[in-house]
């Protein structure tokens, strides 16, 4: 057996195991965690079939940005487990069929050798995956490129204005309010007397007293 088909085999061993651990485990943190360890399979396996670009993604973006936010909003949640597993048994059947039906999809594909039609991108050239995808990202899809990226700016922007909409309840300041204030407005000076007439002290009121 070469040592990448030994790499495949125990990537894709891991990730099932992940897959199952992440539906089976009780603690919703654990869940998270095995979900990070088929994530890191699952690019070991993009590696393997020379596809960097996807493997470096998938690790960046999934791995470093959203599995920790679902790790942190996690474990700041007070998950009510068992309601949550209330109806598994219920949804079992459909949840089988539809994993048999991508079973089956897998074995056509894999059973066709449709990857052997494919060929590698960047093969002919002598290039990389990651140098090929980007000479066809900006220059035969610029146009569909920079439209995703206005439909994201203007979503960006969106977001914003809705969190700034104006609210009774809010307690964020104005910056045109700040700058516009006065010092008279701030500041209030007040004259106080600067003699202050001296105490007796006890002594002497215990002897007046008497």
Request: net charge neutral.
């Amino acid at each position: 057996m070469e040592f990448t088909t030994f790499l495949f085999y125990l990537f894709a061993a891991l990730m099932v195991y992940g897959s199952l651990r992440v539906i089976t485990a009780r603690n919703p943190v654990h869940a998270v965690l095995y979900l990070v360890l088929v994530f890191f399979n699952a690019s070991g396996l993009w590696m393997l079939l020379q596809a960097e670009f996807l493997a470096i993604i998938l690790i960046m973006v999934y791995v470093g940005a959203v599995m920790v936010l679902f790790l942190f909003v996690v474990m700041m949640l007070d998950i009510d487990v068992e309601r949550i597993r209330e109806g598994f048994w219920s949804n079992l059947p459909l949840g089988l069929a539809v994993g048999l039906l991508m079973v089956v999809e897998m074995v056509i594909v894999l059973s066709a050798k449709y990857s052997g039609f494919m060929p590698r991108a960047g093969e002919a050239a002598g290039d990389g995956n990651t140098k090929e995808l980007a000479r066809e990202l900006y220059s035969n899809y610029a146009y569909p490129v920079e439209l995703a990226s206005v439909i994201l700016l203007v979503a960006i922007i969106v977001a914003v204005m809705l969190t700034l909409r104006r609210r009774t309840d809010s307690k964020a300041m104005n910056p045109a309010d700040q700058i516009a204030v006065k010092s008279r407005d701030r500041l209030r000076i007040v004259k106080m007397a600067t003699v202050v007439e001296p105490q007796a002290d006890s002594a002497t009121q215990a002897k007046e007293g008497n």
